[in-house]
């Protein structure tokens, strides 16, 4: 196993809610990244962001973790949730809180 691998390993499984970008949830630098900020942040979920353009390794590293080809990279409890296009697609069919609050993360107005 490389250091990479298990880096990210231990990130996805040491935090909740892990999203990999480009830029910071403060600094989006792609609009993909950015929207994914928007959800989480609009959910009122607690996430850690892992800025790939500042290393290249992780940049490469997450896209063979999940066998994905592209960031942004969401991960809930350890597991690939999805890029953009399906973190928007459950966002807006409501089953994105649905899953968080299903493992146990708080999610903003949830009881
Ligand atoms: N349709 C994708 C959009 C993300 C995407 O196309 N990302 C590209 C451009 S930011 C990417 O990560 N390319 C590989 C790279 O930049 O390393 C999704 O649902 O997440
Ligand atoms: S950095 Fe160009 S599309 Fe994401």
Not at 3 to 16: M, S
Not at 35 to 40: A, G, K, M, T, Y
Request: aromatic share 10%; hydrophobic share 40%.
């Amino acid at each position: 196993m490389s250091g990479i691998h298990d880096f990210i390993d231990n990130e996805v499984k040491t935090n909740d809610v892990v999203l990999f970008m480009k830029g910071t949830p403060e600094f989006p630098q792609c609009g993909f990244s950015g929207q994914v900020v928007q959800i989480l942040d609009y959910v009122g979920v607690d996430y850690k962001g892992i800025n790939v353009l500042a290393d290249a390794d992780i940049r490469q590293g997450i896209k063979d973790y999940s066998n994905w080809p592209t960031i942004p990279q969401l991960y809930v409890k350890g597991e690939f949730v999805g890029g953009c296009d399906i973190v928007r697609e459950m966002f807006q069919s409501g089953e994105l809180q649905t899953h968080l609050q299903g493992q146990g993360i708080a999610v903003k107005g949830a009881a």
